[in-house]
Nanobody
Framework: QVQLVESGGGLVQAGGSLRLSCAASGRTFSSYAMAWFRQAPGKEREFVARITRNGINTWYATSVKGRFAISRDDARNTAYLQMHSLKPEDSAVYYC???????????????????WGQGTQVTVSS
C-alpha cells in the first residue's frame, strides 16, 4: 500500500511559478516510479510528467516541456513538480501517482499507476 498527499497548489499569476510536493508513505518510496497528472474542469485527466524510480529518466507532456521539472527526494519520500512560466491553460487539479507495477509501456496513461493522491488545485490567472 502507498499513500500519497499533494501540497503546494494555489493561485498564481500568469508567468509565475509554483512547486508541488507529493509526500509518500507505505511501501519503500525508492522502489517505484512517480508521475504527475492534471485534470481541468470538463476535460480528461492528462499526463504531465514522470520520473523513474532511480530518478535518472524523466518524461514530459509536450505542453509542459521546458517549463516544468519533475524530481524526487528518496530520503524525504517526496516527489516534486516545479512549474515555471505558468499559463492560464495550466489551471487544473494536479494529482501525483505511483507506479508500483514497474510499467515500461504506456507510462503516459492513467492505467500505468496504481496509487493516486487526492489532488491539489492550481489556478493561473491571466
Amino acid at each position: 500500500q502507498v499513500q500519497l498527499v499533494e501540497s503546494g497548489g494555489g493561485l498564481v499569476q500568469a508567468g509565475g511559478s509554483l512547486r508541488l510536493s507529493c509526500a509518500a508513505s507505505g511501501r519503500t518510496f525508492s522502489s517505484y516510479a512517480m508521475a504527475w497528472f492534471r485534470q481541468a474542469p470538463g476535460k480528461e485527466r492528462e499526463f504531465v510528467a514522470r520520473i523513474t524510480r532511480n530518478g535518472i529518466n524523466t518524461w514530459y507532456a509536450t505542453s509542459v516541456k521546458g517549463r516544468f521539472a519533475i524530481s524526487r527526494d528518496d530520503a524525504r519520500n517526496t516527489a516534486y513538480l516545479q512549474m515555471h512560466s505558468l499559463k492560464p491553460e495550466d489551471s487544473a487539479v494536479y494529482y501525483c501517482a505511483a507506479d508500483t507495477f514497474g510499467t515500461t509501456v504506456g507510462v503516459v496513461t492513467s492505467a500505468a499507476y496504481d496509487y493516486w493522491g487526492q489532488g491539489t488545485q492550481v489556478t493561473v490567472s491571466s
